[in-house]
Nanobody, 117 residues
Framework: QVQLVESGGGLVQAGGSLRLSCAAS????????MGWYRQAPGKQREPVAV???????NYADSVKDRFTISRDYAKNMVFLQMNSLKPEDTSVYYC???????????WGQGTQVTVSS
């Protein structure tokens, strides 16, 4: 069974920084894409940043030049460095992974990020 566990959320003032981490554990032979999504109250979950197995990255326009996604392939981890945070970044952030030969989707439990103005 595969699990994704996030950490690193919290409360920060506007302009501050946070670093989210996500560790995948269990029976894992391969991980394709990993990414971060977020969901604010009353809104749909939206993609924030994704990184392919080859290291190619893609960002939502709203976070470009502020957020950086990276991976530690040896440890099956993905990170999200968030700088210049804005109140509108406040959301629950979820880690996502496409894992295994069938590229099954797995989600973490979510971590709250709150940015105060």
């Amino acid at each position: 069974q595969v699990q994704l566990v996030e950490s690193g959320g919290g409360l920060v003032q506007a302009g501050g920084s946070l670093r989210l981490s996500c560790a995948a554990s269990g029976t894992i032979f391969s991980i394709n894409r990993m990414g971060w999504y977020r969901q604010a109250p009353g809104k749909q979950r939206e993609p924030v940043a994704v990184i392919s197995s080859g290291g190619r990255t893609n960002y939502a326009d709203s976070v470009k030049d502020r957020f950086t996604i990276s991976r530690d392939y040896a440890k099956n981890m993905v990170f999200l460095q968030m700088n210049s945070l804005k109140p509108e970044d406040t959301s629950v952030y979820y880690c996502n992974g496409q894992i295994g030969i069938n590229r099954n989707e797995y989600w973490g439990q979510g971590t709250q990020v709150t940015v105060s103005s």
